[in-house]
């Protein structure tokens, strides 16, 4: 079930009303039925998967808590990582193991190859996977107690609105939000309600929009121009960004609707002043999970300047693996290491209590977001050929030309891209980064608020008719379910 | 909660206000639209007016092939060419249902068979034309079952907004304007349907062969049609349209289409087939077609006279 889908305009609200008319006790129970029901929807069987990983860390965590030693408790923590990381493995990365070591056969000329095994990618399990070994590996920490009622830990891994992509959320801070007596609160529906819309503008208006530009255009990379190839991949950064913090924010929205917080995902990371900045405001939920998990669990920045580099490289490489099984995305990660490695020794961190110029501000602005939009390159590439023909035909500036009939396919003679729907899509671009620079720059919140009600219900009937009339209702997937 | 709910409701109240509002004047606007194929949909749909004693349904083909007012010369019988430019009998169908539903004077149906009438489609050209009438259970039948958008059209309100674009609105509003202005019509003064080309034969690059399709859906839909017909007494001629011959090679599987008139002539007792593809009389002489498959004004003449002289005749004859 999607949330930019008919069946979730259903199911939510019922959700709502059902959950608001229990008593505070028994809603946990409609919210994990709710949750697997949302997530049989989409694939009946995957749900023993996420069952699989609730009854195992569920029970792990509890033994780690009990364990007279630390070598007991580590053996159920090593339990814990291999059968999560062993599910993950086994479902996502399983083919990609199997191509890279058929090819080093061929290469060495042996007979013998692995097969490959026709599986589908179970919906949102890097997210699942990540949230449920937080949560064990935080009570093997001693930062958290183990959670005793197993339907509630149930509810914690499967909960609807983050189930499939995210925010990955801690058990420290989630967990109490699962447990705490919600009562209905004015403020809070209508502040969910008008993120939901936000996120809906941003993934059907915005994302969906250029999403088929950018599609027809990487498909057709050969026999594209430099600019045309070059515009794709700017209209892809706007692209991903609108339909994965859109997603959140529908997550957001959708929870805070429930009484039950959830993490901010997105902070206007296209405003970042550098690599570093960005990765505190893009993904927040995964670059914080790396950090805690991964970054200093290798000794972090408290280590050797050497060693350091070494795990920067590895947190990036293993964020980039993440993200799919395919070298294009651990080159991906590979470059932001090297970016941020970069700016450690050219000490361009951006973070703290810097006083920059405004010109200084908006060149770091322009320069890193041009960084990142060609990282992108690799992320959206195919494979690793296909990306560095992309930078080769960009490069190329010979044949740069700009003709609107390169943006899609014709059909029926008619081109899917006119120069109206070009400008109107730039312009919802422009708009949705004016809006999100007021939000988390310029107070805009606060100024939207004290605006008068017939001013604030038309910006909502506004979105409302945007959102009909300009959005794509072909019911695109959001890009991170794949991951 | 109970103010949120006041307020909740009243937002939606006045959001489904503004969006009925918008939704009518678009409705409207797209029905008065001054477009033929809005024309006729208004007439079938809407004001169910229209009830000749000779109506012709179908593609662009039979609306620029048939010239209703040579039939009514030959057999003294009113006449209507109510095919629509663009469609086949998956759409199209709305309008003869709703026509059977309520004609009363209704002698002769005539449909046309050529290369692509049995192709299964799920993007309808100007599926816009439509947008007015659908509630209406010929239109609702019609189009549900094509794809899952036309599907949400049909059964979720304001759907169809969700498709719009500039041409639908623009249309819409010079639409809207006719009608409260009295705008001159284009359609002009006794206008009986028919279409007419006037260009002479312009020839097709064609690269790839054309392999015309036969969708289940469409002959179910032909034989709903003879069957509906046939309880109100309605004699359905099925006119195999004629293809220039040097355009023909394009084409494969020809017969197979074709085919299907002679095997419903003889299954049906109130189907005739006349088959125009070797009327060597027309499918020789380029003057008589606009491309391969269209008739020009010439040759539309040539074969309604043609096809007025079979409708003179009984089925024995």
């Given at each position: ?483 | ?67 209703p007012k040579v039939l009514s010369e030959k057999t003294g019988k009113t006449s209507f060419n109510a095919a629509l430019s663009g469609r086949r009998i998956i759409d199209w169908n709305s309008v003869a249902f709703s026509f059977l539903d309520y004609t009363k004077n209704n002698k002769i149906i005539i449909l046309d068979i050529f290369p692509n009438a049995f192709n299964e489609t799920n993007q309808l050209y100007f599926p816009h034309e439509f947008y007015p009438y659908l509630q209406n259970k010929f239109v609702k039948r019609a189009l549900s079952p094509i794809s899952e958008t036309y599907n949400k059209m049909t059964s979720l309100p304001f759907y169809y907004l969700t498709q719009l674009n500039t041409t639908i609105i623009l249309n819409s509003i010079v639409g809207f304007r006719d ?139």
């Amino acid at each position: 079930m999607l949330f930019n889908s008919l069946e979730y305009l259903w199911f939510f609200p019922t959700v709502v009303i059902i959950y608001y008319s229990l008593p505070s006790h028994k809603r946990w129970v409609l919210l994990l039925l709710a949750s697997y029901f949302f997530y049989m929807s989409w694939k009946v069987e995957y749900i023993f998967l996420i069952i699989f990983s609730t009854l195992v860390d569920y029970f792990l965590a509890l033994k780690i808590h009990q364990a007279k030693n630390s070598t007991q408790r580590k053996f159920f923590l090593v339990f814990s990582l291999v059968s999560n990381l062993g599910l993950l493995a086994a479902f996502k990365y399983a083919n990609f193991i199997s191509e890279n070591i058929n090819q080093f056969l061929t290469f060495t000329n042996t007979d013998k190859h692995l097969p490959y095994l026709d599986i589908l990618l179970p919906v949102g399990i890097s997210f699942y996977t990540f949230q449920t070994l937080s949560y064990t590996i935080d009570v093997y920490r001693g930062k958290i107690p183990p959670e005793n009622n197993i339907g509630r830990f149930a509810l914690y891994v499967t909960y609807f609105p983050q189930l499939v992509a995210g925010p990955i959320e801690r058990a420290k801070s989630f967990i109490p939000e699962l447990k705490k007596k919600v009562t209905f609160n004015y403020v809070n529906v209508v502040s969910g309600l008008r993120r939901i819309l936000w996120g809906l503008f941003k993934k059907v208006v915005v994302a969906d929009r250029v999403s088929a530009i950018v599609n027809h255009v990487y498909a057709t990379s050969d026999d594209q121009n430099g600019l045309t190839l070059l515009l794709a991949t700017y209209l892809f950064a706007f692209q991903i960004y609108c339909d994965f913090s859109g997603y959140s924010d529908i997550a957001i929205g959708s929870s805070r609707i429930l009484g039950i917080n959830l993490m901010e995902n997105f902070k206007a990371p296209y405003f970042s002043k550098s690599i570093s900045e960005f990765w505190s405001r893009w993904h927040i939920s995964l670059s914080s999970w790396f950090k805690d998990y991964v970054y200093i669990s290798l000794g972090g920045n408290r280590v050797k300047v050497s060693r350091m580099i070494v795990n920067i490289l590895i947190v990036f490489l293993v964020s980039g693996f993440w993200h799919g099984a395919n070298w294009t995305f651990i080159a991906w990660g590979l470059i932001h290491g090297l970016l941020l490695i970069s700016e450690y020794f050219l000490k361009l961190d951006s973070r703290g209590d810097l006083n920059f110029t405004p010109s200084q501000k908006l060149i770091r602005i322009i320069v890193s977001f041009n960084l990142v939009t060609l990282a992108w390159i690799f992320f959206r590439a195919d494979s690793i050929n296909h990306a560095f023909s992309m930078f080769n035909n960009i490069l190329t500036l010979d044949n740069w030309n700009f003709d609107i009939n390169n943006f899609s396919l014709a059909i029926g003679g008619i081109p899917l891209v006119t120069w109206p729907k070009l400008i109107l899509s730039f312009a919802f671009i422009v708009i949705m980064l004016l809006i999100e620079y007021g939000i988390y720059f310029n107070n805009f919140r606060k100024a939207f608020f004290a605006l008068n009600s017939i001013i604030r219900w038309g910006t909502y009937y506004a979105v409302i008719i945007c959102i009909i009339l300009f959005g794509n209702h072909g019911n695109v997937e959001f890009i991170y379910f794949q991951f | 909660m109970k103010l949120f709910i006041i307020r909740f409701g009243i937002f939606c109240i006045l959001l489904l206000i503004g969006l009925s509002l918008f939704s009518t004047f678009l409705k409207t606007g797209q029905k008065n639209y001054d477009s033929t194929g809005c024309y006729k949909l208004k007439l079938m749909l809407d004001e169910k007016s229209l009830d000749p004693e000779i109506i012709v349904f179908g593609s662009s083909v039979a609306e620029g092939s048939i010239i209703p007012k040579v039939l009514s010369e030959k057999t003294g019988k009113t006449s209507f060419n109510a095919a629509l430019s663009g469609r086949r009998i998956i759409d199209w169908n709305s309008v003869a249902f709703s026509f059977l539903d309520y004609t009363k004077n209704n002698k002769i149906i005539i449909l046309d068979i050529f290369p692509n009438a049995f192709n299964e489609t799920n993007q309808l050209y100007f599926p816009h034309e439509f947008y007015p009438y659908l509630q209406n259970k010929f239109v609702k039948r019609a189009l549900s079952p094509i794809s899952e958008t036309y599907n949400k059209m049909t059964s979720l309100p304001f759907y169809y907004l969700t498709q719009l674009n500039t041409t639908i609105i623009l249309n819409s509003i010079v639409g809207f304007r006719d009608l409260l202005f009295n705008f001159n019509s284009k359609i002009p003064d006794g206008y009986m349907g028919y279409n007419s080309i006037t260009s002479t034969y312009e020839k097709s690059n064609l690269s790839n062969l054309i392999k015309p399709e036969i969708s289940d859906r469409s002959i179910e839909l032909y034989e709903d049609i003879f069957s509906a017909a046939a309880e109100k007494n309605i004699r359905v001629v099925l006119v195999g349209t004629p293809i220039f011959i040097e355009g023909r090679r394009f084409y494969q599987n020809i017969d197979s289409i074709y085919n299907w008139g002679k095997r419903w002539d003889s299954i049906y007792t109130n189907v005739d087939f006349v088959n125009f593809l070797n009327d060597k009389a027309i499918i020789l002489n380029k003057n008589y077609f606009s491309n391969n498959t269209h008739l020009n004004d010439s040759g539309a003449m040539e074969l309604s006279k043609k096809l007025g002289i079979v409708l003179t005749q009984t089925r024995e004859e």
